[in-house]
């Protein structure tokens, strides 16, 4: 059981948040972790790379002079690879590096993922996140008045919110993102995890069925 404080949108703190750490996760298997982690960047490869072999390459398949007689070594049509401008031996084709790990351990691996951030003292909660129109500025003075504006952040809503999502994608060190969205990856990559009460609310609310099913 952990008590964290929550603060409002200037840094006060405004009240206090208890719960039990084990409805996300009873432990957290850094091999879990670091196998789903690899699976992201593994599927976020592009995997363009492209070449032209000998077939491919503009130019004439007709020998660039005949093979005997003229007192030079042999040698054939301009499309070969030993030559320069010519197609490539091997060539490169498109690959996809994706793949995918089954469905309950990435789950687990996400709420592993933020139970890290709580083992690890890395977690802000706000009471409420709400911004009137997009603006940039609002959400940079929240993060001044958390002292996390030289920190890269995660901040996590209960739902998409669009004035937030705007008002923060100007900002290099930061991502939004609705609970429903979180995974170990967006979770592990920023170094402070911002969660407003009601998404940590929908987090355990989700993560309570998925600890009955194991």
């Not at 592993?112 to 409420?128: H, N, P």
């Not at 901040?155 to 900002?171: F, G, L, M, P």
Request: some cysteine.
């Amino acid at each position: 059981m952990i008590t964290l404080p929550v603060q409002n949108a200037s840094g006060q703190q405004v009240g206090t948040y208890e719960f039990d750490t084990s409805e996300l996760a009873a432990s957290v298997n850094r091999q879990l972790l670091h196998d789903v982690v690899v699976m992201y960047e593994a599927n976020r490869r592009v995997g363009t790379a492209r070449t032209k072999s000998r077939g491919e390459v503009a130019g004439s398949t007709k020998k660039l002079y005949r093979q005997k007689g003229t007192g030079r070594a042999r040698m054939g049509p301009k499309r070969t690879p030993v030559r320069r401008g010519g197609g490539h031996a091997f060539r490169k084709l498109p690959k996809d590096w994706g793949y995918r790990l089954p469905k309950k351990a990435v789950r687990l691996a996400t709420r592993m993922a933020v139970l890290s951030k709580f083992l690890d003292q890395q977690v802000t909660i706000l009471d409420e996140l709400s911004v009137a129109e997009p603006k940039t500025k609002t959400i940079a003075q929240l993060l001044k008045a958390l002292g996390l504006e030289e920190t890269s952040c995660l901040i996590t809503v209960e739902q998409h919110d669009r004035n937030v999502y705007k008002s923060a994608r100007n900002i290099p060190t930061l991502q939004v993102s609705p609970a429903s969205d979180l995974n170990a990856y967006d979770v592990l990559r920023q170094k402070q995890l911002v969660l407003t009460k009601a998404a940590l609310d929908r987090l355990r609310a989700k993560a309570a069925p998925a600890e009955a099913a194991e």
